[in-house]
């Protein structure tokens, strides 16, 4: 069993999703330490009904190159989300409210 290394080894930057809440888009950065694959998904909290593919992304991420992210919300319930990014060594989860 190994420990984890810390988030900051592997994602050099993080910009958390921006506006929150929102009604149309949101935006959010990342940077890797090490190319990687990453998936992003989303999915809805409380039971809101989400028609929509959860998977925003899933591809490869180059290492020191900051990824910018839009993701067009309007089609969306109203309602809170879990934004969730998984990499190899990596996840981070956030709440995103859809107004």
């Known amino acids: ?20 809440p929102t009604g149309r888009e949101l935006n959010f ?22 028609s929509a593919d959860p998977t925003l992304f899933e591809g490869r991420l180059e290492a020191g190159a900051e990824r910018v992210f839009n993701w067009e919300v309007s089609d969306l319930a109203k309602g809170v989300y879990l934004l969730h990014i ?3 060594d990596f996840e981070i989860s956030e709440k995103v409210v859809v107004k």
């Open 86 to 88: 998984v990499g190899k």
């Open 1 to 20: 069993v190994g420990i984890a290394p810390a988030l900051d080894a592997i994602v050099s930057s993080y910009q958390a999703p921006f506006p929150n």
């Open 29 to 50: 950065a990342l940077t890797v330490t090490q190319a990687q694959d990453v998936q992003i998904t989303c999915y809805p909290l409380h039971g809101q009904q989400n």
